[in-house]
């Protein structure tokens, strides 16, 4: 029995001079946590919350970003000349550079996906989901609606908890509605700036937050949508399965605050304003810890058919869409996806 103690010794002394210093003298109860992308303003606002936490502060004490893998997005202006600064601004926040996604992943216990682009999320989620690492993957979750539900589906495969939301869905206000604060909701207008990126569905890369605050009210289950636009604005009207009612107005001309009103069984409520990172950060911590997701698949596939619907409805000349036709299509293609990357 003696000998067996010293081999068994032996063996955990071996194993800890393979690991990276920094691993074996990390304290249980800590979660190391790697970051994909250095191109959004998110990243140093996460890096710096998680970072700068307390120990014992129940929230967000004990995680950190350790590993940033900072890849921008090389056709997005806006994106690539954020690189730079970015990455000397993290490194001061004690964030390790490093260029092998793969060594990352292997070192940290979760992943924030942070690439401003959301097209190479697909892509650059598989190893994350193969080595079921769980992953918030921020706005947007992917750059068509066939990658969202690609990247979900994948998940489902690997068993790997995942999700994304934007900032706006854990707003006190768009919360206490959810919670039942007007009764049960009978229908909501939000509404938010609306930028366009040529290489997005129009409403993916800034008219999200406008959208997501809706779903929040909402809720999944939404049935047809139209949509009105011009070269300022847009009004997307969704129809849900029980006949309620819930449109989206895109701003990008004169003051573009992110709010709306909810109207429910019991009265009406404001919901928004934006309440800063903090919140969704708690969410993504608590994410981490239990491996439950705050936001359902169903949830955010529908949020992302809504949005996608709205770009077949301008298409179409501004005639309502049903949102099943269009995740019916984006479905056989992400499929088709699917396959292709578990035959690799």
Known sequence: MKHLAYSVIASLCLLLNLLPSSLADEKPGQFRIGMIGLDTSHCLAFAELLNKAAADDPQLGGCKVVFVYPKGSPDIESSTKRVPDYTVKIKALGVEVIDDLNAMISQVDAVLLETNDGRPHLEQVIPVLKARKPVFI??????????AIAIYELAKHYNTPVF????????AAAQAVRNGSIGDVTGCDAYSPCSLEATHPDLFWYGIHGCETLFTVMGAGVETVTRTSTKDFDVVTGVWKDGRIGTFRGIRSGSAPYGGTAFGTKGSAQVGPYDGYKPLVVEIVKFYRTGTPPVSAEETIDLYAFMEA????????????KVADTKAIATKTAMQKVQQILAK
């Open 138 to 147: 921020d706005k947007p979750v992917a750059g068509s609606l066939a990658d």
């Open 164 to 171: 994304s939301a934007s900032s706006l869905r854990f707003a």
């Open 310 to 321: 709205a770009d077949e409805s301008k298409r179409q000349g501004f005639t309502p869409v």
